[in-house]
Nanobody, 122 residues
Framework: VQLQASGGGLAQPGGSLRLSCAFSEDYYMVGWFRQAPGKEREGVAISRRRESTIYADSAKGRFTISRDTTNRRVYLQMNYLKPEDTAVYYC????????????????????WGQGTLVTVSS
């Protein structure tokens, strides 16, 4: 298993959760996608080695992605959660760089974790 995601669960609106993804290789890009019921998978946040992080508009100001290079982990701190954040969250990675405009194209990521469910509900 190349990527292992954890940390999902139930949170109330306005609450917080932190997702964690352990990975086995020195990927250039590692990040998070999510898929809500009946919707397409969408990018949330991407960490790039030696470059700035990328956030979807829905995540800006609320979510923070961070990368622990030594321990090969990437985290997604999610604050001010909303019901519309409810989804299965997937950790994804690719070895090579993508241009920023393609960073949220799920088809460009060859390695995926198993997904972790985040439910935001009162």
């Amino acid at each position: 298993v190349q990527l292992q995601a954890s940390g999902g669960g139930l949170a109330q609106p306005g609450g917080s959760l932190r997702l964690s993804c352990a990975f086995s290789e020195d990927y250039y890009m590692v990040g998070w996608f999510r898929q809500a019921p009946g919707k397409e998978r969408e990018g949330v946040a991407i960490s790039r080695r030696r470059e700035s992080t990328i956030y979807a508009d829905s995540a800006k100001g609320r979510f923070t992605i961070s990368r622990d290079t030594t321990n090969r982990r990437v985290y997604l701190q999610m604050n001010y959660l909303k019901p519309e954040d409810t989804a299965v969250y997937y950790c994804a990675a690719r070895m090579n760089r993508l241009i920023q405009s393609a960073a949220f194209d799920a088809a460009q990521y060859y390695y995926w974790g198993q997904g972790t469910l985040v439910t935001v509900s009162s």
